[in-house]
DNA sequence: CTAGGGTTAG
């Protein structure tokens, strides 16, 4: 577009500055951009008002722009204070562009204490999805207070800017409560987000109850409501729901765009069918990092290392730029190989791209080292770390200390841990049967008295499995499925076999500290055991039984799963959280931690 | 000027 000269904005109209202003504020995609025509509207010498307008507009333009945004909240606040009678739209303006939960209630309660203007809902909008997007609930609950102080708490913004704060922050009981308070005008943005809250704390029946409560209610699903219901299927492994969601969207013509796609990928390989979450990734017309990453890091999910970095190159070569999660893939993929070389390679390659490195790419490296069994490289890697170390470096560290029977890095790891989570029931399961295994049964009542002194209760474990499209959850030792006396007996049978298979009742040392005739009970209710019972009582082969587990250092569930498999010549699988054992190659089973 | 979406190590 062309610029006007001071001598031309002298003689223009207030409404053709206004439209010249507005149009030259479009084309600043960055920070600097938006200086230049800052700088370019500063040489125009425009009218009081008009000058003001164009503050106005520079400010609100501040929020979209892509720069750093400490760079360009610092911008704005500058902008702010230049504005003599600062309008609702200014500290709406305002508000929108700061990143932190902290300085937007800031910029709010100067708002109020000024007296004038009044915030609107638009106020409270703006500043509820910085909340949301702040991880901050506590600032959420304050503005949530003002809401009804301002009589604001009625408006539709506000409602779904509640619910999506407390659905993102993963307080779901508070969203419900917002959610049912609207009743009357829930829109899609509403059911959504209740949707995604659902989802995001892996309470998957509940989404996909609220998903067919939505379609009763006669509001018709977009592609951002299925996101959510695919990312829900993927956290629970639910492979039948996630492939009926699929056809759903097909059915419906939902278009499945870049994130949806991505979701899809994602939930494909986690439920184990890598070879769907390829055709989507092949079918996409466009693929940022985030398709990119999900699919390396599905492919490295299932020990495909060599499509996983093959991806990762044709996925330089078309010059996107990868980040820390497309080299968590990377990592993870050399790691579950064995390429040390390799990783340390592409280790640099982040450095020298001038990524930063997450915890969990540290951890991914700590991970490479051990697997390849240089303990002392990964224990000076993890003590040279520039940030410190969390629990699972530590635990990492741990188990491959135990199988390599470094016991002089067991010391000082456990050490570390216990310092860092001493009430991390997680910490003790794992000490206590790593000591035991070791046989150093001082150590595993120290442990446990350790535990006892601080309270320590141990964490149950829990299974789910997916039959007809509803997810079964069971807690060891729990009675209070439905159908548990028809479960019983199988359990008993299973019992049994894997009796007969010379299987030793062994189990978690402090998971059940009971009696020698009860720790075959104990060994029975194990929940992915009352799982797999309620899988072989509902389906028949070739009905794959798969099974997702909570727990990751568990000691014994894939082995006895394996067991189980043969016994009654069933494919049955036990995934915890996202890894597939059974394409590890063995690489990454149980047996291998213990 | 408002609100809902995708990828992260053991």
Redesign the pocket.
């Given at each position: 577009m062309r610029l006007l000269t001071p001598q031309e904005a002298a003689t223009l109209p207030r409404e053709a500055l206004e439209t010249h202003i507005v149009s030259l504020l479009r084309r600043c995609p960055g920070l600097l951009a938006l200086r230049g025509a800052h700088a370019h509207l500063l040489r125009l010498r425009l009218p009081r008002l008009t000058a003001a307008f164009a503050l106005s507009k520079l400010l609100?333009s501040c929020a979209s722009i892509s720069d750093a945004a400490a760079a360009s909240s610092s911008y704005a606040r500058n902008l702010f204070d230049q504005i003599p009678d600062p309008?609702?739209?200014c500290y709406?303006?305002l508000i929108?562009a700061l990143p932190a939960a902290g300085p937007v209630l800031a910029a709010y309660r100067r708002m109020l204490r000024a007296g004038s203007p009044r915030p609107?809902?638009?106020?409270?909008?703006?500043a509820?999805?910085a909340c949301?997007?702040a991880l901050a609930p506590a600032e959420g609950r304050q503005l949530h207070a003002q809401a009804f102080r301002q009589g604001l708490e009625s408006?539709?913004?506000?409602?779904?800017?509640l619910?999506?704060l407390y659905?993102?922050c993963e307080e779901v009981a508070l969203a419900r409560t917002v959610f049912d308070g609207m009743a009357g005008d829930r829109?899609?943005?509403?059911?959504?987000?209740m949707i995604?809250?659902y989802?995001?704390v892996g309470l998957v029946n509940e989404a996909l109850g609220l998903f067919r409560e939505m379609q009763a209610a006669g509001v018709e699903?977009?592609?951002?409501?299925?996101?959510?219901v695919?990312?829900a299927c993927?956290?629970a492994g639910a492979l039948d729901l996630g492939r009926w969601v699929h056809a759903y969207i097909d059915r419906k013509g939902i278009?499945?765009?870049?994130?949806?796609?991505?979701?899809l990928?994602?939930m494909y390989?986690?439920c184990g069918m890598i070879e769907r979450a390829r055709r989507v990734f092949d079918g996409m017309v466009e693929?940022?990092?985030?398709?990119?990453?999900?699919m390396i890091?599905?492919l490295?999910?299932h020990g495909l290392v060599e499509d996983a970095l093959g991806f990762f190159s044709r996925m330089l070569e078309l010059k996107v730029r990868p980040?820390?999660?497309?080299f968590?893939?990377v990592?993870?993929a050399c790691?579950?190989s064995g390429l040390v070389d390799d990783g340390r390679r592409y280790w640099s390659t982040m450095q020298n791209l001038g990524i930063k490195p997450?915890?969990?790419?540290?951890?991914?490296m700590?991970?490479l080292l051990?697997?390849s069994g240089l303990l002392d490289d990964a224990y000076s890697f993890v003590i040279g770390m520039p940030i410190s170390?969390?629990?699972?470096?530590?635990?990492?560290l741990l188990?491959?200390s135990k199988s390599s029977n470094r016991m002089d890095i067991v010391e000082s790891a456990s050490k570390r841990l216990l310092e860092l989570e001493p009430l991390n029931p997680?910490?003790y399961v794992?000490l206590s049967n790593l000591y035991a295994s070791n046989s150093q049964w001082d150590r595993v009542s120290y442990m446990r008295k350790k535990m006892k002194d601080n309270n320590v209760t141990v964490v149950a474990g829990r299974s789910s499995i997916e039959i007809n499209g509803y997810l079964h959850k069971f807690v060891v030792s729990d009675d209070s499925h439905p159908e548990i006396k028809e479960i019983r007996p199988v359990l008993r049978e299973i019992a049994d076999r894997v009796r007969r298979a010379g299987h030793k009742p062994w189990t978690a040392a402090v998971l059940h500290d009971v009696g020698e005739e009860e720790k075959e009970v104990a060994l029975c209710e194990h929940s992915e055991r009352l799982a797999i019972a309620y899988g072989l009582l509902k389906t028949r082969a070739p009905h794959v039984i798969r099974v997702v587990k909570n727990l990751?250092?568990c000691p014994d569930c894939h082995e006895v799963a394996k067991i189980i498999s043969k016994s009654y010549n069933r494919e049955i699988i036990v995934r915890?959280?996202?890894?597939f054992h059974k394409f590890m190659g063995g690489s990454?089973s149980c047996k291998d931690?213990w």
């Open positions: 609100a309008t609702a739209f709406n303006s929108r609107n809902s638009f106020t409270l909008a703006f509820l999805k949301a997007a408006g539709a913004y506000v409602q779904t800017g619910l999506n659905a993102k829109n899609l943005v509403a059911w959504s987000a995604g809250g989802s995001r699903p977009d592609e951002i409501t299925m996101v959510s695919i990312s993927a956290k278009t499945v765009d870049l994130e949806l796609s991505t979701a990928i994602d390989a986690k693929r940022d990092i985030k398709a990119w990453s999900a890091v599905g490295a999910i980040n820390n999660v497309t968590v893939g990592l993870s790691a579950h997450s915890m969990e790419n540290y951890g991914c700590v991970d051990c697997r170390p969390n629990s699972i470096i530590w635990r990492t188990v491959a997680e910490n794992l990751r250092f915890d959280r996202v890894r990454c931690f």
